[in-house]
């Protein structure tokens, strides 16, 4: 047992020197500074379910990587990113929908909170003013919060769009990273939670929304113009399972591509515009 709790630390300290990404300088970005709001229109929709819905299977996690005592008090979970169907109206919550082609001079000015990635009660939550999510959406250039709830261990990994590692020792401490690139962060745990998954949307500007309880969403103040209105889910899908080569213990899980849908929509000055996404079991 010894040998194993000096491993766990040796594999600890590893995951707290990894090399992170350079962070460049973001330069300004020219965002909202022809923003026109008599030239804008909205849009507006669903995002909703058809047919039977994938349910995820409870499990209980006792062994992981970094943490030896974990039979103690096992983790009770599910895995993430299954659909979230209203059972009467068959929406879908926490869908996100999108513009693509957006000129950032005519957006309007960012409009989201602030974002924290927190770890508690063995789960990773995206916090966004009033919402908690396992998705959020940062301005380009921003600061993210990273904080451990937990008095257990925890370290968040950020690939794709950020290349980070941030080692959370110390329960309550922020660590913080900025986002200089643009595009989709994928979050992982690096210290054996390998079921925690979320996503961090880093952009110039603000048109950008998770569907609410029933799958409705809005997007207002849009400029005037032609777009991709793109409605974008997690992949509920494992593709692959990871494992400590001495230990034989699951170390981590790759998750297959997110799914998307586009559309061609117009927005027209004082204007709504709508539109309808259905999404099936055999699209993922």
């Not at 804008?40 to 005592?69: C, H, K, Y």
């Not at 950032?104 to 995206?126: C, G, L, N, T």
């Not at 849009?222 to 593709?239: F, I, K, Q, R």
Request: proline share 7%; hydrophobic share 40%; aromatic share 10%.
């Amino acid at each position: 047992m010894h040998g194993r709790i000096l491993a766990v630390a040796l594999m600890a300290l590893i995951g707290c020197t990894e090399v992170n990404e350079p962070t460049p300088n973001a330069p300004p970005q020219p965002v909202a500074s022809a923003f026109d709001a008599s030239n804008t229109g909205t849009i507006q929709g669903r995002v909703v379910w058809d047919g039977d819905v994938p349910v995820a299977e409870p499990m209980v996690v006792s062994t992981i990587a970094f943490n030896p005592l974990l039979f103690k008090k096992p983790v009770h979970c599910t895995l993430p990113h299954y659909p979230r169907v209203n059972s009467e109206t068959h929406g879908v919550s926490d869908a996100v929908v999108f513009l693509r082609g957006v000129d950032p001079k005519v957006a309007k000015p960012w409009d989201h909170a602030e974002v924290s990635v927190e770890f508690q009660d063995r789960a990773m939550r995206i916090h966004q003013g009033k919402d908690v999510s396992s998705v959020g959406f940062a301005k380009l250039g921003s600061t993210i919060d990273i904080v451990n709830r937990d008095a257990e261990y925890h370290l968040l990994r950020g690939r794709g769009a950020a290349f980070f590692t941030a080692p959370l020792q110390k329960p309550n401490e922020v660590s913080k990273r900025t986002l200089a690139k643009p595009g989709i962060v994928d979050l992982t745990s690096g210290a054996g939670y390998y079921w925690l998954h979320g996503h961090l949307f880093v952009a110039e500007h603000p048109y950008f929304v998770r569907t609410d309880a029933a799958g409705n969403f809005h997007l207002d103040q849009v400029p005037a113009g032609t777009y991709e209105l793109v409605c974008w889910m997690p992949n509920y899908t494992v593709t692959r399972r990871e494992r400590d080569p001495e230990t034989s213990v699951l170390v981590r899980l790759i998750w297959a591509e997110a799914k998307e849908q586009v559309q061609t929509i117009q927005v027209r000055p004082g204007q709504a515009a709508d539109a309808t996404y259905r999404w099936r079991a055999d699209q993922f």
